[in-house]
DNA sequence: TTGTACGCGTTATCAT
DNA sequence: ATGATAACGCGTACAA
């Protein structure tokens, strides 16, 4: 009952306390802390009956382990950095759902960080290393080299999901887009439709690009025959509205409009179908056929019953999780580009 | 340059450093630790020329403060946990989309945590704590009073979004949810509507109990005079699917079903109108009037085009952090409970 | 304006 | 099975 730094030079009956510690628990269970710490962490090697005292205390006197603390002696916490720009976009919402809980039944906590203007993000990448996080998952926005270096340098993993990605140290995962845009391609020519397009966000993401030019590449033949013919259609805004626009203004001429549009994503789609539907009166499929990428909930809803090419979120969480729990395990892995197969579903726009 | 504990005891040139620290940065560039904690916190006591050199040799260095260190000095960490149960609820991740954005901006970091389970929400409140959390929100379940007594001990702010909420410290907020019954109620009356109902999940939600309640209340008299029936509808889970299948239940006897139907939120609502109008063949409004709650994204667009009662996320949000920031700037406030205003919206389906 | 010295609460290590 | 002790990296009185 002598040792620690408890009683510091003088006698003086301590502070009066107002967050309970470790050595309260210590003090009052008559044990040192050390046995508390270990108590706490159903250490195996402490007697039941030790265990159970110290842990009745504890709860009695309400104390709380200090994982600041903690993450501060092992020098790394379990949070993990999540990347993403808004909770807008219905496919990443689905995907960080499943993320979170995943993430959490593996023992870690989701540290959310917004980077909506995409100057910030090397910023805010760097923020998280200050928060000592074992590991991040950038869903939006791809990071420069320079903050790859950093996560590279303090060993901390990093997962790019549906990002182009060419980070050196981190591990990179899409879905099949080239085979989505091959599907959906075969998919419109099979429909007889003629006047083709595909429909992706000013600009374009990188995951809409690779679709948009796998479509491309899987019409050419039919194109160079001059059977069917192609028209790149681009929106101001990569979801409903920006859909819901594009079809205002791209779909108002009628004879010589397209008549299968392939969108970079659903929720385009969606946006697409609901001005062709309800401003300009066109039946789908039969005036316009439409088909979407993700398969996001609202896709599956009777006012949509959209057409698409299936990516799944949970899976994608999963391979996710896997991989950034090898990497803090300490495996040294190399850098590797996953891709999750996709599936076309059919329904009822084309 | 003889100070602190560096040299301890041996003169080793220390370790190999994997990590830099602030004393790697004091060292390098020639001052003490403390100068350098004072140049990364843009300490006004500082030489201009000093604190440019020490920031530019940190940067060299590849040097990050670590918060958790400084967390753990301040007795408070920078995190606020954010307690929710999935992201599917589309009014939920509105918010969250609004509270994470303005929590950042207010130089905090959101920690989100998952319930799924309401048995796990004890334990869960308590983990939170663990991290030594600034303050908690808690947009789903109900933390027990034992739970909020470790929080008021800790002088943790809580603040209970559109709950029932009756914790002792915790600051609840709730939209007017009396008043959104209210003007749901007058609208269906209004529109001519005679057999009424109220569409809620099975058991009932704390939000969604007091809307049916005084929608009741605001058809009672009509009730009373046998111009109107009244019933009252249960659906098996507060979403898109529940909607839908009450739908095909309730709607099928198109003699005998309701013909005015309020949800308690818009989510039900659109699997409502999806049954009613694509499995039953019935005309909205014509058939089927249906009002919403929450005025979600999707009830603004075209194949839905819900009449519903709004409550803005965006001002919910501010409130929150608002209440919250003020709480953990020291302000010993009562707790209150707060009631945001709500407006009707209608659009095409009454 | 800058440096010295201490303490925050925990866990790992070593000793018993 | 348990205890004593030394870090962990930082912020901040206090001193100069």
Request: with cysteine.
């Amino acid at each position: 009952m002598s040792g620690d730094r408890q009683k510091s030079g003088n006698g003086v009956e301590k502070k009066a306390h107002q967050v309970v510690t470790s050595a309260d628990v210590a003090r009052e269970a008559g044990v040192s802390r050390s046995t508390v710490s270990r108590c706490m962490a159903d250490d195996e090697r402490i007697s039941e009956a030790t265990r159970k005292r110290v842990q009745e205390t504890a709860a009695q006197l309400g104390y709380h382990v200090n994982k600041i603390a903690s993450s501060m002696n092992r020098r790394k916490s379990d949070l993990i950095g999540l990347v993403t720009s808004g909770l807008t976009d219905p496919f990443r919402i689905e995907f960080l759902d499943c993320l979170i809980s995943q993430i959490q039944q593996s023992g870690y906590r989701p540290l959310v960080i917004d980077v909506s203007d995409p100057d910030q993000m090397g910023i805010s990448m760097l923020n998280l290393l200050q928060y000592q996080v074992a590991g991040v998952v950038v869903t939006s926005g791809s990071p420069s080299p320079e903050v790859g270096t950093h996560y590279l340098k303090r060993n901390v993993p990093v997962v790019l999901v549906n990002r182009a990605g060419r980070l050196e140290g981190a591990d990179v995962i899409n879905c099949d887009n080239v085979h989505g845009g091959e599907l959906a391609a075969d998919m419109l020519l099979k429909s007889g439709k003629k006047r083709l397009g595909f429909l992706n966000v000013r600009g374009g993401t990188y995951s809409g690009n690779v679709r948009g030019e796998a479509f491309v590449s899987r019409i050419a033949p039919r194109l160079a025959d001059g059977e069917i013919s192609f028209t790149s259609l681009v929106c101001d805004s990569a979801d409903y509205d920006g859909g819901f626009h594009a079809g205002l203004k791209y779909l108002a001429d009628r004879e010589n409009a397209p008549d299968g549009i392939f969108c970079a994503k659903d929720h385009i789609a969606l946006g697409l179908m609901d001005a062709a539907r309800f401003e300009l009166g066109l039946k789908v499929p039969g005036d316009l056929a439409v088909i979407g990428f993700d398969d996001i909930a609202a896709a599956r809803q009777g006012a949509y019953q959209l057409t698409t090419v299936r990516q799944r979120a949970d899976q994608l969480a999963e391979m996710t999780v896997e991989r950034l729990r090898r990497r803090i395990g300490g495996d040294a892995l190399g850098d590797e580009r996953l891709v999750l197969p996709v599936e076309f579903i059919r329904r009822q726009t084309v």
